[in-house]
Structure formats: C-alpha cells, structure tokens
C-alpha cells in the first residue's frame, strides 16, 4: 500500500532546486489557504513540519489540521505533525519553571532531538518549512528554539516573511539583537573569537 508521503515523493522526488540543504519556516497569519499555497510553491517547499504544539487555529479554521492537510496534499505538498516533539509547550513537566516554558529545557528532551533528526532526514527528501501560527519568525518559537538548535547543521535556513519574501536566519539574528540593543555588543564579542 502506497502513502501519500511515497505518492508525493514519487510526483516531487528529491529536490535539486537548491545547492545546499535548506530549511525553511513560515507562519499561517492570516493568510487565505490560496495565498498560504502560493507563497510555500513560490518558495519551493514540497513538506510542511507543523510545529504548532495545538495543530488548530479559532481564528483560521482553514488551517486546521486535518483541513490544512487535505489542502496541502491536494497541492502536492506534504504534511507532518511534529509539535509534540518541536511545539513550544511541551507535555514533560520538567521543561517548565513557575509555570512557564523554557526553551533551554525543552531543548534538552529526548522528545526535542527525536524532533530535529526528523527535520535533518526529511530536509535530504523534501524542502521543508517549519510551520507555525505567528507572521514574523522573531516572535515564533520555530526561529527562536528550533532553528536556534539547528543552525549549526548543514542546512541554510531561510524565514519566509508574510509577503513571501526571504530573510535569512543570521539577518533575523541580528535583527533580534538591535531590537534588544545588543548589536554592539554582539559585533564587539565575535571581532575577538
């Protein structure tokens, strides 16, 4: 028996758009699910890694889990649930410190590394986006925890930005860091290593 994953990899097969291994993330907004598509085809992504801990939406309900899915295998591009391995709230109830989740602990779980060795197989069959709910990647745990404890990989990862353009992961960083007014700080620390 076939399943839509071997379906899709036989249509797609393996990407060769990119010359490295690339990663993406992207956040559903509010966008309609057309725009949603347009945006991910216009990028190249042939995977979706929901990284939402609830995989629902009160506001968008077309992005829904089971309706996001059937979108997206309708538009050839696949579909995983990884939130309870990658979401922000995690189930263990050691990775939280008066109540509040922290992204160090949850970065320590066996659940978090099950969840990044997912995204480094599937990123050699298919171009990935991380996915959750928020527009702007720095406000996202997908950026801040996620790519975080990916960067150091062989991917090059990539924030799709609401209007489908790209910012790369280091010009985020910095821009986290003027927002906090660290940047010089950050440019005097790495002159000297």
């Not at 986006?129 to 702007?136: I, N, S």
């Not at 960083?173 to 700080?185: Q, T, V």
Request: contains cysteine; hydrophobic residues 35%; proline residues 2%.
């Amino acid at each position: 028996m076939i399943t839509i994953d071997d379906y899709i990899f036989s249509v797609v097969g393996t990407y060769s758009f990119y010359s490295t291994m690339q990663i993406f993330t992207v956040g559903h907004s509010n966008h309609s699910i057309e725009k949603f598509v347009e945006i991910l085809k216009r990028n190249g992504v042939s995977a979706i890694a929901d990284v939402r801990s609830s995989p629902f939406s009160r506001y968008a309900p077309h992005f829904n889990q089971s309706s996001l899915k059937h979108s997206l295998n309708a538009n050839i591009i696949s579909y995983a649930f990884l939130g309870e391995q990658l979401g922000a709230r995690s189930k263990n109830p050691e990775c939280y410190i008066d109540g509040k989740a922290r992204y160090d602990l949850i970065a320590k779980t066996k659940e978090f590394a099950k969840g990044l060795d997912r995204i480094m197989e599937g990123s050699r069959k298919y171009q990935i986006a991380l996915m959750c709910a928020e527009q702007d990647p720095i406000t996202c745990h997908r950026s801040i925890l996620a790519c975080k404890n990916l960067k150091n990989s062989e991917l090059n990862i990539q924030h799709i930005l609401r209007n489908g353009n790209l910012e790369s992961n280091e010009n985020l960083e910095k821009r986290l860091l003027k927002i906090h007014n660290l940047e010089c700080s950050y440019k005097c620390n790495t002159n000297y290593k």
